[in-house]
């Protein structure tokens, strides 16, 4: 079992940063994906955000250039960095950890931008 513990989020005014973090414990594989979701009210969960254990990253087109994902392999940590952030941005940030085919999911953080 693998459990993934979030941290960060709040409210920010547009324009602002913000920054989440993910830190996974228990049976880590090393190999292994981790990334974040979101879910705004109303609407699917999507992708926002990937990270492979070899750093290669994927994202979401609507993030690209304002959010930056990294993670720390040691502290089996990952973090995402969000500048310019938009009302749109605002949902639950859910962090993914993937491993041996099977995909973890955090409890979720509230990130809310007022415009």
């Known amino acids: 079992q693998v459990q993934l513990v979030e941290s960060g989020g709040g409210l920010v005014q547009a324009g602002g940063s913000l920054r989440v973090s993910c830190a996974a414990s228990g049976s880590i594989f090393s190999i292994n994906a981790m990334g974040w979701y979101r879910q705004a009210p109303g609407k699917q969960r999507e992708m926002v955000a990937k990270?492979?254990?070899?750093?290669?990253?994927i994202y979401t087109d609507s993030v690209k250039g304002r959010f930056t994902i990294s993670r720390d392999n040691a502290k089996n940590t990952v973090y995402l960095q969000m500048n310019s952030l938009k009302p749109e941005d605002t949902a639950v940030y859910y962090c993914?950890?993937?491993?041996?085919?099977?995909?973890?999911w955090g409890q979720g953080t509230q990130v809310t931008v007022s415009s």
């Open positions: 990270i492979m254990t070899g750093s290669g990253t």
């Open positions: 993914y950890y993937r491993q041996l085919g099977r995909d973890y």
